[in-house]
C-alpha cells in the first residue's frame, strides 16, 4: 500500500423524493461531515436532462459549499467544456478559487453522453476539438493579463484578464476516465486522474499512468506542473451498517432507483449501451460498489489500494433512494472504522 492515502466525496446528486431544496441541504450537511473527518476533497459530477444530475450548474452548489466548508478542496468531475463561454469558465473559477481561499479543484471532460451534448445544441462529434480548444483558452486567459486567441470556434483579441484565481496559474486540473485513451492523455499532462471499473482494471490504469508519466516528466506538455505528486485516485459507490444482510437489503432497491436516474436519458433514445455497465450484479460482483459491514467493505478497499497502488480512494455514499440518515450513517462508520486503518 502507499506511505499515504488520502480520501475523497463523489457525488451526483441525483433525484431524490421529497423538495428540491431539502436535497441540496442534506447533500451540504454530508459534507460538512466529511470536511470535519479530514476528507480531501468532494467531487461532483455535472449532468444535464437527466434524472442523475439535480445539480446541472456544479458552480452554483460550490457557491453554497465554500462558506460552508472550511478545509475541505471542491471541484467538478468534470465540468464538460464544450458546453462552456471559455472566458465565462475563467471568471467562475476565479471567483470560486477566491470564494473558498483556493479550495478549487477543476476536473474536466469533453463529456460521455452524446444526448447532454446535444441538449446544449452542441454537435457531439465536434466535442473532442471543442473540449482542447476551451482548455487552450482557459490556460492562456489564466496565465496572462490580455487573453488573445483565434482558433476555429473561439477568437477572442485584447480581452482584460481582471480576475484571477487564489491558486496560480489555476487550481489543479483532474481527468477522469476508465479508457486507455483516458488514462495516456491524463498522464502525458500529469494531470489528477479519477477512475472507476473492477480492482484489475483500476490497478492497470494506475500501471499505465505511471509508465507514460515517467515517459513524458521532461517534455513540455504537463498542464499540471505546479502539482507535485499527481492523485491517482479509484471511486467507489458505498453502503455500509451493522451487518452485510442489513446492508444489501437497503443499498439494492436504493441502486435500483439510483441506475433508473442513470441510464433514464440513455433508455429515452432506445440506447443501452450502458446497461451493462451498471447493471448490480456485475457491479457488485466486480466491487464498483462496496455494500456490507464495515470488515467486509474495509478488506474490499484494502485490497484495491494494495492491488492498483493509489494514493486517493473517493466513496459515494449518497445515491439512489438512500435517505439523508442512512447515507450519514454509512460515512460515520467509514469515518471511525475504516479511515483509520488505511491511514
Known amino acids: 500500500m502507499p506511505t499515504k492515502i488520502d480520501f475523497g466525496l463523489f457525488d451526483w446528486i441525483d433525484q431524490a423524493p421529497g423538495p428540491l431544496a431539502d436535497l441540496y441541504e442534506s447533500r451540504l450537511q454530508l459534507v460538512e461531515l466529511a470536511d470535519k473527518a479530514g476528507f480531501f476533497g468532494y467531487h461532483l459530477a455535472e449532468h444535464h436532462s437527466t434524472p442523475l444530475g439535480m445539480a446541472p450548474s456544479p458552480s452554483v452548489f460550490f457557491a453554497s459549499l465554500a462558506q460552508r466548508t472550511k478545509n475541505i478542496r471542491f471541484g467538478p468531475m468534470a465540468y464538460l467544456l464544450p458546453l462552456y463561454h471559455p472566458v465565462r469558465l475563467i471568471e467562475e473559477v476565479c471567483m470560486l478559487d477566491n470564494l473558498s481561499n483556493g479550495r478549487m479543484e477543476l476536473g474536466i471532460?469533453?463529456?460521455?453522453?452524446?444526448?447532454e451534448i446535444s441538449s446544449y445544441s452542441v454537435d457531439p462529434e465536434k466535442t473532442r476539438e471543442m473540449f482542447a480548444e476551451v482548455l487552450d483558452i482557459f490556460r492562456a486567459g489564466m496565465?496572462?493579463?490580455i487573453l488573445?486567441?483565434?482558433g476555429k470556434h473561439?477568437?477572442?483579441?485584447?480581452?482584460?484578464?481582471?480576475?484571477?484565481?487564489?491558486?496560480t496559474p489555476y487550481p489543479p486540473l483532474w481527468y477522469p476516465s476508465f479508457s486507455e485513451a483516458g488514462v495516456?492523455?491524463?498522464a502525458q499532462h500529469g494531470m489528477h486522474?479519477?477512475?472507476?471499473?473492477?480492482p484489475s482494471l483500476v490497478a492497470h490504469l494506475m500501471g499505465r499512468y505511471r509508465e507514460i508519466a515517467a515517459a513524458s516528466r521532461d517534455r513540455d506538455v504537463r498542464f499540471n506542473g505546479h502539482v507535485a505528486e499527481p492523485k491517482l485516485g479509484a471511486m467507489r459507490q458505498i453502503y455500509i451498517a451493522e451487518t452485510e444482510q442489513a446492508a444489501l437489503a437497503t443499498a439494492?432497491?436504493?441502486y435500483q432507483h439510483w441506475y433508473g436516474s442513470i441510464t433514464k436519458l440513455w433508455h429515452r433514445h432506445n440506447d443501452t449501451a450502458y446497461d451493462g455497465f451498471f447493471a448490480w450484479d456485475p457491479c457488485f460482483s466486480g466491487e464498483t460498489i462496496l455494500i456490507g459491514s464495515v470488515e467486509k467493505v474495509r478488506e474490499q478497499i484494502q485490497q484495491l489500494v494494495s492491488a492498483s497502488?493509489?494514493?486517493?480512494?473517493?466513496?459515494?455514499?449518497a445515491w439512489g433512494s438512500l435517505t439523508p440518515a442512512q447515507s450519514q450513517r454509512s460515512l460515520e462508520l467509514f469515518v471511525s472504522e475504516i479511515m483509520p486503518g488505511l491511514q
Open 252 to 254: 439494492k432497491p436504493a
Open 143 to 145: 496565465c496572462n493579463e
Open 193 to 198: 486522474f479519477l477512475s472507476l471499473g473492477p
Open 309 to 317: 497502488g493509489i494514493n486517493y480512494f473517493v466513496g459515494s455514499f
Open 154 to 167: 473561439y477568437e477572442f483579441r485584447d480581452v482584460p484578464m481582471t480576475i484571477k484565481p487564489v491558486q
Open 148 to 150: 488573445d486567441y483565434v
Open 109 to 115: 471532460s469533453r463529456g460521455v453522453s452524446p444526448y
Open 184 to 186: 495516456e492523455y491524463a
